[in-house]
Structure formats: C-alpha cells, structure tokens
C-alpha cells in the first residue's frame, strides 16, 4: 500500500511513533493526531493535526480520503482516573467512528489489548474466541470499545480489531524499562511470578499492517510473541546483555495483599497511585499466554525472539537511564 495515506490517532505514543516512522520508511502520506502538536521527539515528515478525541472537526478532516485509520490513542490507569479511562477509550472511539462514518475515511485499525481474551481453565493458551472478562477500567472501556468497533464493521464502515500483547522495545518507559531492570540491574534482586506474552513493538507495526493490508472485515487477530515466565524472561535478557538477572520471585501473596491497599488509598486520598485494584492483583501473578495462529495464518504475522530486540532497546535504556 505504498503511496497511500494513512491516519494515526496517539501518534505520539510509544507504539504511535513507532508505526509513523515506519509507515513514512514504506512510502505512506502519515497524518498525526496530537493533543497540543508535534514536540522534538516526535516523528517527522508527519502532517500533524492539534486535537482530542472529542474534537470531532478535527477528526473529520483527519480521516477524510484515508487509505487507513490506525486508532491507537486511548488513556490507561497509569496516567488517568477509571472514569477518564471509560471516557477515551469508550467515548473517544465512538466520536472517531462517527468522525470516519461522516467522511470518505477507509478502513479503521483499532488496537484494542490482549486483556479482552485471557485463558480459560482448560487451555493454558488464549486466542481471539476466549473472550473474557474484563477486569478493571482499562479492560472494561476497551471491550466496550471494541463493541463498538464491530458494529461499526457490521453496519457502517470497515474495520478490523487487532490484540497486542505485552509490547517490548526502545521508547516504553512502563514494562519494558521495568523487565530490562530486573534482567540486568544488581539492585532489582526479585522478578515476578506469572508469564506474559513478548512482542517486539516492530513486529507490532507489522501486525498493524498486515490487519491493514489483509485482515478480513469485522475480525479480531492478536499480534503476541513468545509466552514466558517473567523468571526465564529475565533469565534470558541476563544472558544476552551480561547483566544480573533478578533471582528471588515476588510472593504472590505479597502481590495479592497489594490489591485491597490500593483500593485503600484511592478511596481515602482520591489519588490513583496503584493501577490496579484486588482483581487486577490476582490476575498480575497468572500466565497469560497467547496464540497468534489466526493473525499468522490470515495475515502472514510473525514475531521474533526476544533477543532479537535487545540490542536497540538496551542501548536506549542505557541512555534513558543510564
């Protein structure tokens, strides 16, 4: 689809700048919504839109005679209060779609999470049928996001629903500055119990375009990589970057019990100072492994191994953090 024009909510985030700089590599015309316009590190060569998800004129113009409308902007717990994190995620993507259904906008790619689909009790491993759930703010607002998304596919436009999982790589200053540091700092002695699924934020962009390019409409695929134990996670970045990995596991009783005082102190302070809630502790020290079969076979999606992404991601956290 090179040569083509592509519109990119959250532009500005870690995965957003990712994906611009890529798609301006491949050739695209990259349109860019930002809240307050481009700052020095955002990409270039990028024709930039100053708004919110609830401006809806400038999500008209922004859309209007796309190729593609990649929508990745959303709020997390980390950075909002429950009731803001419904309000972007679920309200903010209405206001994009009625935005899309009002101009000549081509197909919508939503990044949704992988926190929708969880295993159940007889498959170790999820895919996009084991639809779960949703537990917390964050994964309730993008299920009703998703909703939305698919009714969109159904009756008005087109879109697909891609599901990412744990994203590693250079820029993300949450989970992959927190597991490179248990892989190789001295004074991060404990890693977690439980597993996740590690995806290179490049194979991410790919996945985004392959959806793009060859995803079937109204479809959900999660783009995922290799399921680990945060113990042979760090093991493993220890090893490639000679560092010292963490060797004593978090309790998961310790990770339990961090739940109920987090609820204690957002109720008695008003202030979010834990993302999570007892729920969403229980659910920290589970695996959640994934498949990405369906996005492989449809898609030709594929991820590669975690030590393929360390040398450009440790050296910005070396210069990041020193």
Known sequence: MT????????????LGTHLCDHLRSEGWE???LSRS????DDPEDVEWYVGDLFDRGVLESLVDDTDVVFHLAGASLWNADPETVHRV????TATLLEACAATDAGRVVFTSTSGTR???GSDPVADETNVAEPIGAYQASKARAESLVDRYA???????????????????????AQLLAMGIERTMPA???GGLSIVGVDDVVAGLVAAAERGERGEHYILGGENLTYDRAVSRIGDALDGAPARVPVPPTAIHAAGPVAELVDATTGRRVFPFDRRMARLATQRLFYTSRKAHEELGYTYRPLEAHLPETAAWYRTEFG
């Open 118 to 120: 969880r295993p159940n």
């Open 154 to 176: 159904e009756r008005t436009g087109d879109a697909v629903t891609t599901h990412p999982t744990s994203i590693f790589g250079p820029g993300d200053r949450n989970f992959t």
């Open 37 to 40: 316009g481009p700052g020095r």
């Open 30 to 32: 990259v349109r860019g």
């Open 89 to 92: 995620n679920r309200d903010g």
């Open 191 to 193: 890693y977690l119990p």
């Open 3 to 14: 040569g083509d024009t592509a519109a990119v909510t959250g532009a500005t985030g870690f």
